[in-house]
């Protein structure tokens, strides 16, 4: 019986009211009772299947904040997976995301809500390319970012997130005895990373679809607009970007950034959802700015996160000796000491020569 708000019944207008609280600036009164309908669907599911879901901070917030059990970036989701007692779990973001929570937990079923949901820089390189770079490159120790496939993380010798690839890059060089490294596929992050270390890069041209699309045009026009905007950028954007930001670090450090300093206003130069979903928990922030959205993880959605559980599809899983391989460079990083606050990447105050090779 409809007796609650929006037309919902008393108990699911109670059970979903936490949840309207955090999206209701992004969720329209017409949306949201199909949406709490789903949500309370997906979360009694969750519980009939053992399940727990993973939602990346580029999620959607009704998903993020409505139907995710873990929040936060793709290492930190995996490691929390690996932590919890739950048989299944449901990756609410895209597809290599989904390879590494089963390569760290290779007894649990990975579940994907939709397999077309892949990455740009991920499809950038093959693990055949990483096998001739390291021809062309002997001796050299491989560092690649945690947005690749599980057969490229096979033949790496350490991952790293945007988080800790400075730390990652510095222990490789040291580890190896060696003054360069090869810091793939992300061409944007392995120049920025270049910036805060003596230690030489060797990168290759993949990007981000979304990173690269900001120009310093659009940071000039949101200054003009909004003078007393704090910027924040990601370090997948290019570097002139970083450059104009007055802040640059991983979506945690930004988060991070955010949380304790509780700026007026704040311009996210990242994926848009990311706002949205750290304004459910600083209300008094105001973010501006341009909405790039990521097309791949726009593929998941409250609805087939629900299919997903109800007919438990679509499984994601890596070949034994593949897993084997990628888990000794995904563990290896997470061996290594957590760095003390999430890296800053400050591109104005780099002053030592740059040494970047591209392949
Ligand atoms: S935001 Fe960029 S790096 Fe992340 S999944 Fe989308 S294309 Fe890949």
């Given at each position: 019986?409809?007796?609650?708000?929006?037309?919902?019944?008393?108990?699911?207008?109670?059970?979903?009211?936490?949840?309207?609280?955090?999206?209701?600036?992004?969720?329209?009164?017409?949306?949201?009772?199909?949406?709490?309908?789903?949500?309370?669907?997906?979360?009694?599911?969750?519980?009939?299947?053992?399940?727990?879901?993973?939602?990346?901070?580029?999620?959607?917030?009704?998903?993020?904040?409505?139907?995710?059990?873990?929040?936060?970036?793709?290492?930190?989701?995996?490691?929390?997976?690996?932590?919890?007692?739950?048989?299944?779990?449901?990756?609410?973001?895209?597809?290599?995301?989904?390879?590494?929570?089963?390569?760290?937990?290779?007894?649990?079923?990975?579940?994907?809500?939709?397999?077309?949901?892949?990455?740009?820089?991920?499809?950038?390189?093959?693990?055949?390319?990483?096998?001739?770079?390291?021809?062309?490159?002997?001796?050299?120790?491989?560092?690649?970012?945690?947005?690749?496939?599980?057969?490229?993380?096979?033949?790496?010798?350490?991952?790293?997130?945007?988080?800790?690839?400075?730390?990652?890059?510095?222990?490789?060089?040291?580890?190896?005895?060696?003054?360069?490294?090869?810091?793939?596929?992300?061409?944007?992050?392995?120049?920025?990373?270049?910036?805060?270390?003596?230690?030489?890069?060797?990168?290759?041209?993949?990007?981000?679809?979304?990173?690269?699309?900001?120009?310093?045009?659009?940071?000039?026009?949101?200054?003009?607009?909004?003078?007393?905007?704090e910027v924040l950028a990601h370090?997948?954007?290019?570097?002139?970007?970083?450059?104009?930001a007055d802040f640059a670090g991983s979506t945690a450090a930004m988060t991070e950034y955010v949380e304790q300093r509780r700026p007026?206003?704040v311009?996210l130069?990242t994926?848009?959802?990311?706002?949205?979903?750290i304004?459910?928990?600083v209300?008094?922030v105001?973010?501006?700015?341009?909405?790039?959205?990521?097309?791949?993880?726009?593929?998941?959605?409250?609805?087939?996160?629900?299919?997903?559980?109800?007919?438990?599809?679509?499984?994601?899983?890596?070949?034994?000796?593949?897993?084997?391989?990628?888990?000794?460079?995904?563990?290896?990083?997470?061996?290594?000491?957590?760095?003390?606050k999430p890296?800053r990447?400050?591109?104005?105050?780099?002053?030592?020569?740059?040494?970047?090779?591209?392949?």
């Amino acid at each position: 019986m409809a007796d609650g708000a929006f037309g919902l019944s008393k108990e699911l207008a109670e059970e979903t009211a936490p949840v309207w609280e955090k999206v209701k600036d992004h969720v329209t009164p017409l949306e949201w009772p199909e949406q709490a309908r789903l949500i309370s669907e997906i979360n009694r599911l969750k519980r009939e299947r053992d399940a727990v879901i993973l939602a990346h901070n580029y999620m959607t917030p009704e998903i993020f904040h409505g139907v995710g059990d873990y929040v936060g970036d793709s290492l930190g989701l995996a490691k929390e997976a690996a932590r919890s007692d739950a048989n299944v779990i449901v990756q609410a973001g895209v597809h290599f995301m989904a390879e590494t929570s089963k390569i760290l937990s290779p007894d649990k079923t990975v579940l994907i809500p939709d397999l077309r949901a892949g990455c740009s820089l991920a499809s950038s390189i093959t693990a055949a390319d990483v096998r001739l770079i390291k021809e062309r490159h002997p001796g050299l120790p491989v560092v690649t970012y945690v947005n690749t496939t599980a057969d490229v993380k096979a033949e790496t010798d350490i991952c790293c997130t945007s988080a800790n690839a400075v730390q990652v890059v510095e222990w490789a060089a040291k580890e190896w005895g060696v003054d360069k490294v090869i810091l793939i596929p992300d061409e944007y992050l392995a120049r920025n990373v270049a910036a805060q270390t003596t230690v030489g890069i060797i990168a290759w041209a993949g990007h981000c679809e979304v990173h690269k699309r900001f120009t310093t045009q659009d940071i000039a026009d949101m200054r003009d607009a909004w003078p007393d905007a704090e910027v924040l950028a990601h370090p997948e954007c290019p570097e002139e970007i970083l450059r104009a930001a007055d802040f640059a670090g991983s979506t945690a450090a930004m988060t991070e950034y955010v949380e304790q300093r509780r700026p007026r206003r704040v311009v996210l130069i990242t994926e848009c959802s990311m706002a949205s979903n750290i304004k459910g928990d600083v209300p008094e922030v105001e973010f501006v700015g341009p909405c790039n959205l990521c097309p791949h993880m726009k593929r998941i959605t409250l609805e087939n996160i629900r299919d997903c559980l109800l007919h438990m599809q679509f499984e994601v899983t890596v070949p034994e000796e593949m897993l084997e391989k990628a888990r000794l460079a995904v563990q290896r990083m997470i061996d290594l000491p957590p760095p003390s606050k999430p890296a800053r990447y400050d591109l104005v105050k780099a002053r030592h020569h740059v040494d970047v090779e591209l392949i």
